[in-house]
């Protein structure tokens, strides 16, 4: 294990909806103030995606990314900034013509994928990796457009957290570094939980780990159920940690979580009662190699 934790908190995803957690911090202000209640329980980094304020529906809108990200520097200058660039790779298959983009397909360029990025410049923005089913639909993230992603990330002078949701994704991260697309600091999160993706158990913990770098920085995620147990069998494996209604909404067996600081608050005692410490922003910094 590490003498240190960083705990994330993933504030509210673009799957979770609100008829699943009436709470779910839509509006800017809603998930500014949610990403800094989460620091004062020990969360040094914010990963962060946006919503439609009027509909509550994942949105990629510019504007929304910069009101929250200015309401929490406002507050909080420490606490580190993970930008999402997951939304704009789903594609539904058209009913009479799978070529044809049915309702609900997000697929988009990398360019508009990152748009945010290089407008904001956070510290951290996520780079997926698969390709894969999810749900009904697929997600499509290509080797040419997750290279394309990954230099306007770094073009930015933010460090990619590189997701990775199967073992093939381990093999494409492998590759990119082999070829430059991806340099050090090496920082990606292991997606448990999944349909059809890693499943949540110490085994696969254990042979996601072989398969990258062995300087590599990495984090457990655990989706719904696994969120907290993966908690656990990521810092025993010697990662870190991150929880958030983006990953689930219970906190306890049929209990909705008050908040994403509750369930960082939860985090925090289950790492805290295994041996580590929890690390501040600065030394989560250090830790990652972010400036």
């Known amino acids: 294990m590490r003498d240190e934790v960083i705990l994330t908190c993933a504030v509210t995803g673009n799957l979770t909806t609100l008829e699943q957690h009436p709470k779910l911090p839509v509006t ?4 500014a103030d949610a990403a ?39 507050k909080n200058k420490d606490l580190i900034i993970n930008l999402t660039t997951g939304p704009g790779g789903r594609f539904v298959v058209g009913e009479e013509d799978p070529k044809i983009a049915g309702p609900g397909t997000t697929l988009t360029t990398p360019a508009i ?3 945010h990025i290089t407008a904001l410049r956070p510290d951290i923005a996520t780079l997926d990796l698969n390709t894969m089913n ?3 639909q697929v997600v499509i993230n290509t080797p040419k457009n997750a290279r394309l992603m990954a230099k306007a990330i770094r073009e930015a002078g933010a460090v990619p957290e590189i997701e990775l949701f199967d073992s093939g994704d381990c093999g494409l991260m492998r590759d990119m570094l082999a070829d430059g697309s991806l340099g050090t600091p090496v920082l990606c999160s292991f997606v448990l939980g999944v349909k059809y993706g890693f499943p949540p158990s110490p085994e696969t913990v254990l042979y996601a780990r072989s398969l990258i770098p062995d300087d590599a920085e990495f984090t457990v995620i655990g989706t719904g159920r696994s969120s907290f147990p993966m908690v656990a069998q990521s ?3 010697g990662g870190h940690a991150r ?12 209990v ?12 925090r005692r289950i790492v805290e009662h295994l041996g580590p410490k929890i690390a501040s922003p600065a030394r989560a910094r250090a830790i990652i190699g972010l400036s």
């Open 235 to 237: 810092v025993l494996a």
């Open 28 to 31: 800017p202000e809603e998930i």
């Open 256 to 267: 909705l979580a008050p908040s994403n600081a509750a369930m960082v608050a939860k985090a």
């Open 134 to 136: 999810s749900g009904a």
């Open 243 to 254: 929880v958030g209604l983006e990953d689930a909404v219970m906190i306890e067996r049929g």
């Open 113 to 115: 994928r990152t748009a």
């Open 36 to 74: 800094l209640a989460a620091a004062e329980e020990g969360a040094s980094i914010a990963h962060l995606h946006v919503r439609d304020p009027a509909t509550g529906k994942p949105s990629m809108e510019l504007e929304y990314y910069r009101d929250v990200v200015e309401r929490i520097r406002a």
